[in-house]
């Protein structure tokens, strides 16, 4: 159908055909793959909700599920709560702070969170006598500690340079103001500039929820029975392949549910922003 455009009367010439290319087709192809693996997973789950492998281990699912929640939880909170400074000595101009605190970040950045988790678990009995001596070794002793340690060590390095970021991108006329009306830095910092910078840094830390929460399932390598330690405890006493389905399930429904919270958070504190 030839469309007539109404300012100038012109008539439009119809779109051409798209061609059925190559890539059309092996996209279609694929698409339909996906769909057809989307339907038997819904059918598998469908006839199996109520399977004798459900009925048996859904206690210990639901176990290791708060327990995943716990870790997440803890480790996300201690995180922020280190890297309101370590962000400040990343910021700092005095390089005896912003250096180590490059250095830290840097570390646990760059290398795995497992590696970290395993340095931490099977590195604190080396110092054994040390940890005892300050009273610490009751604590490193057990793996639930080590993996809120690990955890929380390697969540802080990237909240700080998710917060460094979100405060150099608010604007440095905030701060003349604040000056030029007599607000000490500390009040402008914690008053003016954090709250627009937290703003900034909401999508960035709702990433780094959703990474730390799959993460997370490295706490069962090292004895921790959070929900994949669950699910493997699971499947090495009944060596059904459902048990890392359901594991699958409920680790996605926790990222969709996180992912439509931290949606709902955001339209609500930058409201004031929409136009």
């Known amino acids: ?80 709560i280190l890297s309101l400074p370590i962000a400040a000595a990343r910021a700092s101009k005095w390089w005896l702070l912003s250096k180590p605190a490059y250095c830290y970040v840097y570390f646990f950045r760059g290398t795995p969170l497992l ?22 070794w009751g604590l490193f002793r057990e793996a639930w500690f080590c993996v809120i340690f690990a955890f929380s060590l390697n969540t802080s390095a990237y909240q700080a340079e ?26 402008t910092f914690f008053k003016i500039i954090l709250p627009q910078a937290l703003i900034v840094a909401l999508r960035p830390y709702g990433n780094e929820i959703i990474l730390m929460l799959k993460g997370s399932a490295i706490a069962a390598i090292v004895t921790v029975f959070d929900l994949f330690g669950e699910t493997r405890r699971a499947y090495s006493r009944s060596y059904d392949f459902q048990a890392y389905i359901w594991a699958a399930v409920i680790y996605l429904f926790l990222v969709e549910m996180l992912r439509r919270l931290w949606d709902r958070i955001e339209i609500r504190l930058t409201r004031h922003l929409i136009r």
Do not use: C, D
């Open 162 to 187: 998710i917060l460094r970021g979100a405060i150099q991108n608010v604007s440095r006329g905030q701060w003349e103001g604040a000056a030029a009306l007599g607000i000490n830095k500390k009040i």
């Open 1 to 80: 159908m030839i469309s007539a455009n109404p300012a100038t009367g012109l008539k439009r010439p119809p779109a051409p055909p798209r061609r059925w290319t190559k890539t059309r087709i092996f996209g279609h192809v694929l698409m339909a793959l996906w769909i057809v693996s989307g339907a038997w997973l819904l059918y598998y789950l469908a006839i199996n909700i109520a399977s004798p492998f459900v009925l048996k281990y859904w206690p210990e699912y639901l176990s290791g599920f708060f327990v995943t929640l716990q870790i997440v939880g803890l480790s996300l909170l201690i995180g922020a």
């Open 115 to 136: 590696a970290q988790t395993f340095l931490v678990y099977y590195g604190a009995g080396t110092f054994q006598p040390q940890l005892e001596a300050i009273g610490l």
